[in-house]
């Protein structure tokens, strides 16, 4: 069975630091990662994601995640936080196997000025 | 270019009431649909999914139904709303493969009184 955890309830950074947003992630075959943000009381947005290729992916609002195979990981970065980053972080995974996509918990993320 | 429609973007309801919510979507063809469930501002609750007209399959037994009557509408209902139905409602679609990723609607925040 997939499954993903996001070990964080809540990161905290200071506006221009850099930030990481962990994920793991368990599933029979090949994975495919996805990293998702929610402002408040708003649906969910694309960031990423990892299909296949380059272990490095890139997304939006400055974004990136870091698929590592063998840590079953994919962790979300940003060099330089904003306090407009402020919001709850979901990462989902989904296995060639199965029709369909498992959220994680989510993170918040505090951003302070 | 595909755009999600859900609506009511709030909604208060007595105890015991019905329940629709509706969800469209425009721009493409043949899309997969979900209803989730967001409790507490965290984590998602698959509630149905849909791959087609009038196939809807559940992901928990529960007081709620599901419909798709046209290939880009699904509704959601509730023959007698119960407090514990109070939540934020998403509505997502993907293409039929998924490989994509979902694009969500701007929810629905349901409060059962």
């Known amino acids: 069975a997939q499954s993903v955890a996001q070990p964080e309830d809540q990161v905290n950074v200071a506006e221009g630091n850099p930030l990481t947003v962990k994920c793991t992630y368990s599933?029979?075959?090949?994975?495919?990662l996805f990293w998702y943000v929610q402002y408040p009381n708003r649906g969910l947005q694309f960031l990423l994601k990892?299909?296949?290729?380059?272990?490095l992916v890139k997304g939006s609002y400055g974004f990136e995640a870091e698929f590592n195979k063998s840590q079953t990981s994919f962790h979300l970065k940003k060099p330089s936080a904003l306090v407009s980053d402020s919001a709850l972080y979901f990462c989902?995974?989904?296995?060639?196997?199965?029709?369909?996509?498992?959220f994680g918990a989510g993170t918040r993320l505090f951003v302070k000025a | 270019s595909q755009t999600i429609h859900q609506w009511p973007a709030t909604l208060v309801q007595p105890v015991g009431s019905p329940l629709s919510l509706e969800c469209t979507v425009e721009?493409?063809?043949?899309?997969?649909l979900y209803w989730y469930r967001q409790a507490a501002g965290r984590g998602l609750q698959l509630l149905f999914y849909?791959?087609?007209?009038?196939?809807i399959s559940s992901e928990v037994p529960q007081n709620l139904s599901a419909s798709r009557p046209q290939d880009r509408q699904f509704i959601l209902s509730s023959k007698k709303l119960l407090l514990s139905d109070s939540g934020f409602y998403l509505c997502?679609?993907?293409?039929?493969?998924?490989?994509?990723?979902?694009?969500f609607g701007s929810g629905t925040r349901l409060t059962v009184v």
């Open positions: 989902a995974v989904r296995d060639i196997s199965s029709f369909k996509t498992i």
């Open positions: 849909s791959v087609g007209i009038g196939q």
């Open positions: 997502a679609w993907s293409t039929p493969g998924g490989w994509g990723g979902y694009t």
């Open positions: 990892y299909i296949t290729g380059d272990n």
């Open positions: 599933v029979s075959g090949n994975p495919y």
């Open positions: 721009g493409t063809s043949n899309p997969n």
